[in-house]
Nanobody, 122 residues
Framework: QVQLVESGGGLVQAGGSLRLSCEASGLSAPTYTMSWFRQAPGGDRQFVAGVNGAGSITDYEDSVKDRFTISRESAKNTIHLQMNSLKPEDTAVYYC???????????????WGQGTQVTVSS
């Protein structure tokens, strides 16, 4: 059974930093794309950042480029999201997800974590 466990969310002031982590268990070799999505109250679930199985290809949503960095531990199904220069509009529940396809569309992600709250105060 595949399980994703996220950690690292919390409350931070604007301009601050947080580091999210996600560990996936029950997967075979680390060939899956792992990504972060976020969902603000009343909003749709949106792609934030993703990394392929080898850790060699990363993608970012435009509003987080140059502020967020996604990384993958070598040969593991564990990823991190370093979030710097946080803004109030980054406030959302952040979800880790796994897909066999390298995509930024939620519908291609089969496995999801339970989510971790990130709140940025102004």
């Amino acid at each position: 059974q595949v399980q994703l466990v996220e950690s690292g969310g919390g409350l931070v002031q604007a301009g601050g930093s947080l580091r999210l982590s996600c560990e996936a268990s029950g997967l075979s070799a680390p060939t899956y794309t792992m990504s972060w999505f976020r969902q603000a109250p009343g909003g749709d679930r949106q792609f934030v950042a993703g990394v392929n199985g080898a850790g060699s290809i990363t993608d970012y949503e435009d509003s987080v480029k140059d502020r967020f960095t996604i990384s993958r531990e070598s040969a593991k199904n564990t990823i991190h999201l370093q979030m710097n220069s946080l803004k109030p509009e980054d406030t959302a529940v952040y979800y880790c997800a796994v897909s066999a396809l390298h995509s930024n569309l939620p519908r291609f992600y089969r496995y999801w974590g339970q989510g971790t709250q990130v709140t940025v105060s102004s």
